[in-house]
């Protein structure tokens, strides 16, 4: 059997049709949404992000614009510029682009940022509240790796999903809103023994580890739906997942490409979040 590829851009276009109906409506009433995006130093892939978050926006509707600052920029000063937009009733969502520079904590800067702003999810109340299921904005890549589940009408309820990965952004809210879908779940680290015995016992299996073709088709159960994070560049520039594409959609049932899978949707769950924080203002 050869797999159905899940189009993300293709969903993600969707989605966002629906949703710039919700920002039209909100113009009606004299609120535009806006999303701030602070970025700190060069890193050239966090500017390729950056942009197409920018350009999302823009196709959507929303207001948005990028604070660029210095790689040397002292962590007080960052502080206070999320101050200014926290306090800014123009801007409904803010995410500072990571990775940050070694110098400045990470977790102190995402606890910065308002909760009611908090458009990435990372804002240590949301995380929390996903362990009770009333989070107000979920994480921006499960958030979105959920609406593809939903969108290929795969049932969840009773699956066993299988999330290698345990990083907070990705692997352990991932595992939380599986089972707040009535999932059985598994969640795998680097350090499992003979992951090879518990992947292939997937219905759904969602890997994001940063480890280019981790995944083979002799790790995936036949049928099974494969949902690929990853996203890394070779040696020769081309872009691959966590999961070996050609020779597990052979064995899958429905599978993401990367790039054009997960990506477009965590883009566009960015913007989902934005507009229901602006909503949440009237």
Known sequence: MTAKIIDGKAIAKTVREEWKEHVDDLKKIGITPGLAVIIVGDNPASRVYVNNKIK???????????????????????????????????????????????HIDDDKVLEAISVDKDADGFHLYNMGALVVGNTVFPPCTPYGIQCLIEHINVPVEGQHAVVVGRSNIVGKPMALMLLQMDATVTICTSKTRDLASITNLADILVVATGKPKMITADMVKKGAVVIDVGINRLEDGHLVGDVDFEAVKEVAGYITPVPGGVGPMTITKLIVNTIQAAQRTI
Do not use: F, K, R, W
């Open 56 to 102: 999302a926006c823009e196709e959507v509707g929303l207001h948005s614009e990028v604070h660029e600052m210095p790689n040397d920029t002292s962590e007080e000063v960052l502080l206070e510029q999320i101050e200014d937009l926290n306090n800014n009733s123009q801007i409904h969502g803010i995410l500072v682009q990571l990775p940050l520079p070694d």
